[in-house]
Structures are given as C-alpha cells and as structure tokens.
C-alpha cells in the first residue's frame, strides 16, 4: 500500500489513473481465487508441506516479476502469479494448522497465525516509509522485493516442519504419522499415553471417513448446505466489512483526510503497530469467550468507527486529519481483534472432516472473490462517492 503513492513508482508508469491502480492491486486476488478453489484437492494428494513448499515458490518468482517490471504488464503478471501462491498458501496453512494442534489450544494458535499476518503487513508499511526516502526507483522496487526474500523463507521453513499427521495416517504412513505425534504430543515418546491416544483418534476418524466416502460438491450442499453457507460468508463479509480499503489503499484514505507523501505512509505504519497489538487479546479470549461474541463486538466496534470516518471526512475541518487518523486506528483495532482471525478458525472447525478442504477451499475462494471487488472498486469509489464510501461498509 505504501508505494502506490510514491513520486518515483507513479512517474515510472506513466500516472497511472485510480482505475488503473485498483486493477494492478485486485488482480492479484484472481489468480488466488482460482488457486484457492484446487490447492485443497492438490494438498490432499501431495501432502501438506509440499503444497506449502510449491505456493512459496510460486510467490517468489511472482515477486521477481514485480520487482524487476519495466513496464505495467509485466507488474500485473507478477501479481497474478504471485496470488496463485497466495491462494495456495491461504488455503492450506489454516487447514494445516488445525491438524497439527492439540483441540484446546486451536483457537489460540490460529490467532497467533494471524498475528504473523499483520506483523508482516506492518513490517512491510514501515520498509515502505523507509524506502521512500530513497531518491530513485529502488524506492519500489526494493520493497517489492522484499517478498522474494519472504517466500524464500517459507519455501525452507517449509523443508524443516512436519507433515500433518492427519494426511500421513490418512495416506496409510501410519509408522511415521505416530513419529511426528509422539513429536507434537509426547516429546518425542512413541510409547506416551496422550501421544497413543491422539493418533487412535486421528486414525479412528479417517478410518470413518473412508467408510463414509468422499463428498462431492453436490453432496455437501445438500447434506451442509447451513455450514457451507456460514463459512463463505463469514469470509465475504471480513472483506465487505472494509479492510482492504484500509490495508491496500491507507495512503489514499491519510491524503484524503490532509496528510500527504511521507506523512501519510508514516500514519499507516503507526496505524498496522496498534493492528497488531489488537490481535493479541484474541489469543486469550478466543477459546473463552466462543468465537461469536467476539464477531459480534467487532462488528459494532467497526460500524460506529467506519460511520464516524465518513462524517469527519464529510466535515473537512483542521481537526479532520487526527480524527480519522484516529478512528481509522480504533476500526482496524476492532477488525484485528475479531473479523481478522475468527473468519479463518471458523470454517475449519465446523465443517466435518468429509467435506474439510472443499469447504475450507470454498470460503477462501469466497474470500479472495470479495478481496478482489472491494480492490478493485476502491479507488473509483473513493473518485466517485468520496467519504460515502465508508458508511457503505459500515
């Protein structure tokens, strides 16, 4: 988000038009769609690390072409290419995670993912502001690089961690899934009575799985139609809800309150550190609180913060800028805090082991398809409607 506003990366392309800009930013999200659809089936056939392994490569070689790109083109296809491994990976790590953590632990170790999510996002706002003291093209093109070095790092992390044990026993491995079980649960002891116990459990429920058979589609919706219906729109609505107008387009929202160059990347850095230090409550109160009440309270906290944006902006008074500095901090404080990392626990969790990686396949599409809308529209509809933009995602 912070190099669509640098003098440098628009003079390269020639001032690109808003349209032109929230085409290159969403088009990444089609090619993550479309990976996220089929990355479940593939990581059901060649095992969890792999899948991840051959998602942080693809990223690479789509970061390479964004960070070497003469030209508009060659931009837009390094991001399709890099968001066909973003697909991958968004798909298979929360179905990983899930299978690789003891039940009451789950919640909180997926918002710890998330976690990670937003500390790589902030990280990459404050490289922005960095960078953009750099006279010179480099002021873009060394943070897009940036993401080769990211997906080199999955790529080898990925060669160091185990596979799931789920996928081993279900791919009758059993000898090694109880290794890498004995590992996770029983430091290390094949002979421990929790370690035994989890993988009898683990091997019982594929065992009940085969019996039952793999589930179509068509035979999800008509059996889970309620569950498959709750997943997808649990993610469709983390993006209408406004987020990546914040996440992809912070700049824009700063200069269009009063900050402008630096000083508005410098407000999205200070804006992604109080995003990320709202994601730790959630590591506490997730499994005691249930996950509903957390939605619920996000959700309010999100409409009254999006609402009083909008009227702000509307005013465009001299205390215009720290207001919506300041509810812009308070609204991705409440996303962080509930629809940030509860839309990506939840499908996993109440879809039956038959039909897990359609569905979880099924609502990260879901996710990357309204990803994509609120990318693209943003920038026309912050040309188009101005400040009413955010009354229509509270």
Not at 202 to 226: A, H, P, W
Not at 357 to 376: D, H, I, P, Q, R
């Amino acid at each position: 988000s912070g190099i669509i506003t640098g003098p440098h990366f628009i003079d390269y392309f020639d001032h690109p038009s808003k349209a032109h800009v929230g085409t290159m930013v969403a088009i990444l999200e089609i090619g993550a769609f479309i990976s996220s659809l089929v990355v479940g089936r593939v990581g059901d056939i060649i095992g969890r690390r792999r899948t991840i392994l051959y998602g942080s490569c693809i990223f690479f070689v789509g970061g390479a072409l964004q960070t070497f790109a003469t030209s508009m083109a060659v931009m837009m296809v390094g991001r399709i290419i890099a968001g066909v491994g973003v697909g991958m990976l968004s798909t298979i790590v929360p179905v990983y995670q899930s299978e690789i953590s003891p039940p009451h632990n789950r919640g909180k170790l997926a918002c710890i993912e998330f976690s990670g999510n937003i500390i790589g996002y902030t990280t990459s706002v404050w490289v922005d502001y960095g960078c953009g003291f750099i006279d010179s093209n480099l002021s873009w093109r060394v943070p897009l690089f940036m993401q080769c070095v990211m997906g080199a790092l999955l790529g080898l992390g990925s060669l160091i961690i185990v596979e799931s044990p789920r996928w081993l026993l279900d791919n009758d491995h059993d000898e090694e899934g109880m290794v890498v079980i004995a590992n996770l649960y029983g430091g290390g002891d094949i002979h421990d009575h929790k370690a035994r116990e989890e993988y009898r459990e683990i091997k019982m429920n594929v065992l009940l799985q085969r019996q039952e058979g793999e589930r179509t589609y068509s035979d999800m919706f008509k059996r889970y139609s309620t569950r498959v219906f709750i997943a997808m729109s649990a993610q469709a609505l983390a993006q209408l809800n406004g987020i990546n107008v914040i996440s992809y387009y912070a700049p824009y929202v700063f200069e269009s309150a009063g900050w402008v160059g630096h000083d508005a990347v410098l407000m999205t850095g200070l804006n992604g550190i109080t995003y990320f230090l709202s994601t730790i409550p959630p590591w506490y109160l997730v499994d005691r609180w249930g996950r509903r009440p957390i939605l619920l309270s996000g959700a309010v906290a999100m409409t009254i913060s999006l609402s009083l944006i909008s009227y702000f902006i509307y005013l465009d008074v001299k205390w215009t800028p720290r207001m919506v500095v300041l509810f812009v901090m308070i609204y991705n404080a409440a996303f962080g805090y509930s629809w940030g990392p509860i839309p990506w626990l939840y499908p996993p969790e109440i879809l039956p082991l038959s039909i897990r990686s359609k569905g979880a396949s099924l609502s990260t599409a879901t996710n990357w398809a309204f990803n994509w809308l609120v990318g693209e529209m943003t920038p026309i509809l912050q040309e188009w409607i101005k400040w009413r933009l955010y009354l229509v995602h509270a």
